[in-house]
């Protein structure tokens, strides 16, 4: 089993749960959720994340500001 929960189902399209929750579209489900125009402009390996959906959003925030001020 994969520790960051792989392999994810799929999701034909987009949509905000009842909870209000993001479900990205995924048609593949091996490949991290990734912006075209990012991955052209920096490329390499990044995942997008919308962070407001996510029960640990302040944790988020300590980490990037840690990990940007290093």
Do not use: W
């Amino acid at each position: 089993i994969c520790r960051f929960l792989f392999p994810h189902p799929l999701v034909s399209e987009s949509f905000v749960t009842p909870e209000g929750s993001i479900r990205m579209r995924r048609n593949h489900q091996f490949v991290n959720r990734y912006n075209p125009v990012i991955a052209s402009a920096i490329r390499c390996n990044h995942d997008v994340n919308f962070t407001p959906t996510s029960p640990k959003v302040l944790a988020a925030v300590y980490y990037m500001t840690n990990y940007a001020t290093k």
